[in-house]
């Protein structure tokens, strides 16, 4: 998979604090490159981050880890 391999989805998850950067980190760890970025919150409660990024590992190992996040609620590709 090269670099430019450029990939989209939304997370939906509880909006507490730390949940946005948690996301974020886990998004660095695994080599991925922010491209593109909105995010929004529902009722202060629920937080919906759509992505586009690029990566040089396997999409799915990202979402993987993502979705273990106590947090997060969805995934959407």
Do not use: C, W
Not at 34 to 40: A, F, L, N, S, V
Not at 58 to 63: D, F, G, N, W
Request: aromatic share 2%; charged share 25%.
């Amino acid at each position: 998979m090269s670099n430019n391999d450029q990939h989209q989805f939304t997370i939906t998850a509880y909006d507490k604090l730390g949940t946005l950067e948690r996301i974020l980190r886990v998004i660095r760890h695994r080599g991925g490159h922010i491209k593109q970025m909105q995010m929004q919150t529902k009722d202060d409660q629920i937080l919906s981050l759509s992505l586009a990024l690029t990566t040089k590992r396997p999409i799915s190992a990202l979402l993987n880890q993502i979705d273990k996040l106590v947090d997060v609620i969805s995934i959407e590709i």
